[in-house]
């Protein structure tokens, strides 16, 4: 297999590039190793739902780990199943066209070889959680299947995005109360929003190329409203996760505890330039942050 020294929105001098193998190099790609944003959006939720369910970082840490460890191998395996579907259109998409698959790097059967190793793991680690967090992790995956076609038929494919990436928080506070109540779904549709907000953003980074290969997203929808519309996912986001908190038995005051992750809501919007490639791929990164300041949020709540 040929090496390829850099995929675009992969960040520059990533120890993948430069420092892994060159044989797994390919492999990490198909797995986004060298792009942790996506490990750390899948993995927020799951710990706001342990977070509000009560069960804290240096009480129960095992929690917290086994979470990280599923996040780590569970993304890696939505992005190979996504990238085995659009495998086509990434090669038709300067952003994409150096990914493994579309690249000639890895084959689709060793891709699919691959996938289901990952998910195997995935599996290992779930077992390790009380059977209703099993059932209700099992649960999200016809929304991770369906998710790679949306982009084909509706504008809306960041609603299932957010449908399947927000499903943590689910699993997060059933694993700790064994039963699935009204915070984590508040919270689950709060994760929801968010998603709407940031993968939009990132998805104005491909809306040339997506025009030209004919798939859709909410970018291309929303176009010049995108940073209006931003506002109002964003500020959804936070009105949903201060109810959850009030519907956990938070105090009244515990939702002032968003202040910090507002700010930065607020930063994220007011400085986005949708014409701006870079600038579009650093606030969809400063998520990270973002979903930390609400975990913070959650734990001192």
């Given at each position: 297999?040929?090496?390829?020294?850099?995929?675009?929105?992969?960040?520059?001098?990533?120890?993948?590039?430069?420092?892994?193998?060159?044989?797994?190099?390919?492999?990490?790609?198909?797995?986004?190793?060298?792009?942790?944003?996506?490990?750390?959006?899948?993995?927020?939720?799951?710990w706001w739902g342990l977070a509000l369910a009560g069960a804290m970082p240096?009480?129960?840490?095992?929690l917290y780990i086994l979470f990280a460890v599923g996040s780590v191998v569970?993304?890696?395996?939505?992005?190979?199943?996504?990238?085995?579907?659009?495998?086509?259109?990434?090669?038709?998409?300067?952003?994409?066209?150096?990914?493994?698959?579309?690249?000639?790097?890895?084959?689709?059967?060793?891709?699919?070889?691959?996938?289901?190793?990952?998910?195997?793991?995935?599996?290992?680690?779930?077992?390790?959680?009380?059977?209703?967090?099993?059932?209700?992790?099992?649960?999200?995956?016809?929304?991770?299947?369906?998710?790679?076609?949306?982009?084909?038929?509706?504008?809306?494919?960041?609603?299932?995005?957010?449908?399947?990436?927000?499903?943590?928080?689910?699993?997060?506070?059933?694993?700790?109360?064994?039963?699935?109540?009204?915070?984590?779904?508040?919270?689950?549709?709060?994760?929801?929003?968010?998603?709407?907000?940031?993968?939009?953003?990132?998805?104005?980074?491909?809306?040339?190329?997506?025009?030209?290969?004919?798939?859709?997203?909410?970018?291309?929808?929303?176009?010049?409203?995108?940073?209006?519309?931003?506002?109002?996912?964003?500020?959804?986001?936070?009105?949903?996760?201060?109810?959850?908190?009030?519907?956990?038995?938070?105090?009244?005051?515990?939702?002032?505890?968003?202040?910090?992750?507002?700010a930065h809501f607020t930063w994220q919007q007011r400085t986005l330039d949708?014409?701006?490639?870079?600038?579009?791929?650093?606030?969809?990164?400063?998520?990270?942050?973002?979903?930390?300041?609400?975990?913070?949020?959650?734990?001192?709540?």
């Amino acid at each position: 297999m040929t090496d390829r020294t850099h995929i675009a929105d992969a960040v520059k001098g990533n120890w993948v590039d430069h420092r892994a193998p060159a044989w797994s190099r390919p492999w990490l790609r198909l797995a986004r190793i060298e792009r942790p944003i996506g490990t750390w959006l899948l993995l927020l939720p799951c710990w706001w739902g342990l977070a509000l369910a009560g069960a804290m970082p240096w009480e129960r840490p095992g929690l917290y780990i086994l979470f990280a460890v599923g996040s780590v191998v569970m993304r890696a395996a939505g992005c190979v199943f996504n990238d085995i579907v659009d495998r086509n259109i990434d090669g038709r998409v300067a952003r994409t066209a150096k990914r493994p698959i579309p690249s000639g790097d890895v084959s689709v059967t060793g891709a699919a070889a691959f996938m289901a190793g990952l998910c195997l793991i995935g599996l290992a680690v779930l077992l390790q959680l009380n059977w209703a967090a099993v059932w209700t992790g099992i649960a999200s995956l016809g929304l991770v299947a369906i998710y790679p076609f949306m982009k084909r038929v509706t504008y809306w494919p960041q609603i299932f995005l957010g449908l399947a990436f927000n499903w943590g928080a689910l699993v997060g506070w059933v694993a700790v109360t064994r039963a699935l109540e009204a915070p984590a779904v508040l919270l689950y549709v709060a994760g929801i929003f968010w998603t709407l907000g940031y993968d939009t953003i990132y998805a104005h980074q491909d809306k040339e190329d997506d025009v030209l290969v004919g798939v859709k997203s909410s970018a291309l929808k929303l176009g010049n409203a995108t940073p209006a519309a931003i506002a109002v996912f964003y500020a959804a986001t936070l009105a949903l996760v201060a109810a959850a908190m009030i519907a956990s038995a938070g105090a009244a005051w515990t939702p002032l505890l968003l202040a910090p992750a507002a700010a930065h809501f607020t930063w994220q919007q007011r400085t986005l330039d949708i014409d701006d490639g870079d600038n579009c791929l650093a606030r969809f990164r400063a998520n990270r942050d973002a979903g930390l300041l609400i975990a913070a949020a959650l734990l001192i709540a």
